[in-house]
């Protein structure tokens, strides 16, 4: 099965951009996901990336693939306090539509 | 864009006792649904997949006794937590994909208490 891994936490200035990291293992064509979630809420779908792409960019969202090291990571510009929540990384098993989490970056902002 | 709901957002149970939760596709259809159960401060964890029409396909490690799973028609998945033990308090959230995109949804999830 593929095996997602994430760093846990990321403290960021307001303002500042966030960095989010995540490796994955399954090397076949995948659709590979971020997910936000706040308190006590589910998981809101906040971009995608197939994996024959090297970069996808949305409002604020950058998403860049390094398929060569299963390297997936996520930037946000302009980081507000709205943002403060766990973000999951999540790989889809190529064979069907189930998803493999990581194990969530928490980002705090800070004024 | 596409929702799914589920009901109820929380419940309190006693142990023992058996607490339904529902998962319903909105404005779509859904042949297949997935059930997650997330520990605080933990990722989620696939408990199983719920086909229309078919049986529900558990992971490994997932008691299909315990955990009853029935998709009663194109947007309505139950699961069922059956005698309901305090171990089995969690966030319990389910998703699904809207035909063949690559969009899935996941619903607001339901916490589960057993007393």
């Known amino acids: 099965g593929e095996d997602v891994e994430q760093s846990l936490f990321l403290s960021v200035r307001e303002g500042d951009s966030s960095v989010i990291n995540c490796t994955y293992t399954?090397?076949?064509?995948?659709?590979l996901y971020w997910y936000k979630q706040e308190p006590g809420a589910g998981l809101q779908l906040l971009t995608y990336?197939?994996?024959?792409?090297d970069m996808k960019q949305d409002q604020r969202l950058t998403v860049l693939l390094n398929k060569k090291d299963k390297h997936l990571s996520l930037r946000i510009a302009d980081t507000q306090t709205g943002d403060s929540a766990i973000y999951f990384c999540?790989?889809?098993?190529?064979?069907?539509?189930?998803?493999?989490f990581g194990a969530g970056t928490t980002v705090t902002v800070r004024a | 864009g596409a929702v799914v709901s589920q009901h109820p957002s929380w419940v309190i149970c006693k142990s023992g006792t058996s607490v339904k939760i529902e998962c319903r596709s909105l404005?779509?259809?859904?042949?297949?649904m997935f059930w997650y159960r997330q520990f605080p401060k933990q990722s989620l964890m696939l408990m199983a997949t719920?086909?229309?029409?078919?049986?529900?396909?558990?992971e490994q490690g997932v008691e299909k006794d315990k955990f009853l799973i029935n998709h009663a028609s194109l947007t309505l998945s139950t699961l069922t937590v059956t005698s309901a033990h305090p171990e089995d308090s969690s966030f319990y959230i389910c998703?699904?994909?809207?035909?063949?995109?690559?969009?899935?949804?996941f619903g607001p999830g339901t916490r589960l208490t057993v007393t």
């Open positions: 999540a790989e889809r098993d190529p064979n069907d539509y189930k998803l493999s």
């Open positions: 998703s699904a994909p809207r035909g063949m995109s690559y969009e899935q949804y």
């Open positions: 990336i197939f994996s024959n792409m």
């Open positions: 399954d090397s076949s064509s995948t659709y």
């Open positions: 404005d779509f259809q859904a042949t297949t």
């Open positions: 719920s086909n229309e029409g078919s049986k529900a396909t558990y």
